[in-house]
T-cell receptor
């Protein structure tokens, strides 16, 4: 398996634009997690899904952030409108179950100008 | 409540010196503990898990239920050990990460 695949690897866009981050989990994994990593706040869990259903989105910063998982092999994290303070590395991770070790993607390095 | 505590945000040691990254957890049941490592600009990778009782890259970690700790140790630090280290806990129901410790090994 290729592991968790995220795209794009890097994204630079202007404030106010819509940003969509994509994730393909490991096949057979039932849980998917979105994290944000910054120097100031470390690794923050934004939202996670079990069997494509959002379970806990309490980490989502505000209404500008939304996440979907239309099927078992694809998830998106959308920011609209984007702001400079959203600049961070966004990681997607998947696991067999929500309590099992997570496997991380390479992350998307997002810069909002 | 914070389930996993890593008290040191930054840790610097000299090459060849012993290193210990601290991790304490809060859980009354039977925990499963993990250490993840993240090298510069790379993904987080699972380093070791306590049930394996193995040594990876010279690192070991022992689960101490009495002290609710799972400290990561290496007797002689190497420059390539410089990275971010995250302790993680599985309760059998949820998975929690600590806030991480950035280790710098000084040549």
């Amino acid at each position: 398996d290729a592991g968790v695949i995220q795209s794009p690897r890097h994204e630079v866009t202007e404030m106010g634009q819509e940003v969509t981050l994509r994730c393909k989990p490991i096949s057979g994994h039932n849980s998917l997690f979105w994290y944000r990593q910054t120097m100031m706040r470390g690794l923050e869990l934004l939202i996670y899904f079990n069997n494509n259903v959002p379970i806990d989105d309490s980490g989502m910063p505000e209404d500008r952030f939304s996440a979907k998982m239309p099927n078992a092999s694809f998830s998106t994290l959308k920011i609209q409108p984007s702001e400079p303070r959203d600049s961070a590395v966004y990681f997607c991770a998947s696991s067999l179950a929500q309590y099992q070790p997570q496997h991380f993607g390479d992350g998307t390095r997002l810069s909002i100008l | 409540a914070q389930r996993v505590t890593q008290p040191e945000k930054l840790l610097s040691v000299f090459k060849g010196a012993p290193v210990e990254l601290k991790c304490n957890y809060s859980y009354s049941g039977s925990p499963e503990l993990f250490w993840y490592v993240q090298y510069s600009r790379q993904r987080l990778q699972l380093l070791l898990r306590h049930i394996s009782r193995e040594s990876i890259k010279g690192f070991t970690a022992d689960l101490n239920k009495g002290e609710t700790s799972f400290h990561l140790k290496k007797p002689f630090a190497q420059e390539e050990d410089s990275a971010m280290y995250y302790c993680a806990l599985s309760t059998g129901n949820q998975f929690y990460f600590g806030t991480g410790t950035s280790l710098t090994v000084i040549p």
